[in-house]
């Protein structure tokens, strides 16, 4: 009977350290460097908010910033303006607001079944407003792009708050 006891009991503590290990997964980073002249850290960690956006957070330094690339099929020409924001609410109901540092015009490319305008967009954020993110994933996104509005629920909030975890430590 003890020989089972201390059995059951190692397998208990094997579980345990296992689930531990498992939730404790390391950030995975698309690059984390630190300048060999500044000594400066610069990271960068990439997600989908919808199926067809790609974003990532970014750290340089002390300075936190998004990026944004989008494609659409056919020859777009709208422009994403300064200030144009990127919406997402959270789901604690509070909504944070990011906004594009510059404006952004498309580059098009002819492919063999037409055209694919592309956008690439860099948006300002803050250790504020990734914080929250962290603590809250993001259930729903927003985005401007001159008089076309992109607007999808959220399915991989999770990721998004965890790459919001990662960037900020």
Same mark, same amino acid.
Request: with cysteine; glycine share 6%.
């Given at each position: 009977?003890?020989? *089972?006891?201390?059995?059951?009991?190692?397998?208990?503590?094997?579980?345990?350290? *296992? *689930?531990?290990?498992?939730?404790?997964?390391?950030?995975?980073?698309?690059?984390?460097?630190?300048?060999?002249?500044?000594?400066?850290?610069?990271?960068?960690?990439?997600?989908?908010?919808?199926?067809?956006?790609?974003?990532?957070?970014?750290?340089?330094?002390?300075?936190?910033?998004?990026?944004?690339?989008?494609?659409? *099929?056919?020859?777009?020409?709208?422009?994403?303006?300064?200030?144009?924001?990127?919406?997402?609410?959270?789901?604690?109901?509070?909504?944070?607001?990011?906004?594009?540092?510059?404006?952004?015009?498309?580059?098009?490319?002819?492919?063999?079944?037409?055209?694919?305008?592309?956008?690439?967009?860099?948006?300002?954020?803050?250790?504020?407003?990734?914080?929250?993110?962290?603590?809250?994933?993001?259930?729903?996104?927003?985005?401007?792009?001159?008089?076309?509005?992109?607007?999808?629920?959220?399915?991989?909030?999770?990721?998004?708050?965890?790459?919001?975890?990662?960037?900020?430590?």
């Amino acid at each position: 009977m003890k020989k *089972t006891t201390q059995i059951l009991g190692l397998g208990i503590l094997f579980l345990f350290a *296992t *689930t531990l290990s498992l939730s404790a997964q390391k950030c995975k980073y698309d690059y984390n460097k630190k300048d060999p002249i500044t000594d400066e850290v610069t990271k960068k960690i990439t997600f989908k908010p919808v199926y067809y956006i790609q974003m990532s957070f970014n750290k340089i330094g002390e300075t936190y910033f998004s990026e944004m690339l989008l494609a659409y *099929t056919g020859n777009i020409r709208d422009i994403i303006q300064k200030g144009d924001p990127i919406v997402f609410k959270l789901s604690n109901g509070e909504v944070v607001t990011i906004n594009s540092q510059d404006e952004f015009v498309p580059s098009v490319q002819v492919t063999q079944t037409g055209f694919i305008s592309r956008y690439k967009a860099t948006y300002d954020i803050d250790a504020a407003t990734l914080q929250k993110i962290a603590e809250n994933p993001p259930t729903f996104f927003r985005m401007n792009i001159g008089s076309k509005v992109e607007e999808k629920e959220i399915k991989n909030g999770k990721k998004i708050s965890e790459a919001a975890r990662c960037i900020l430590q």
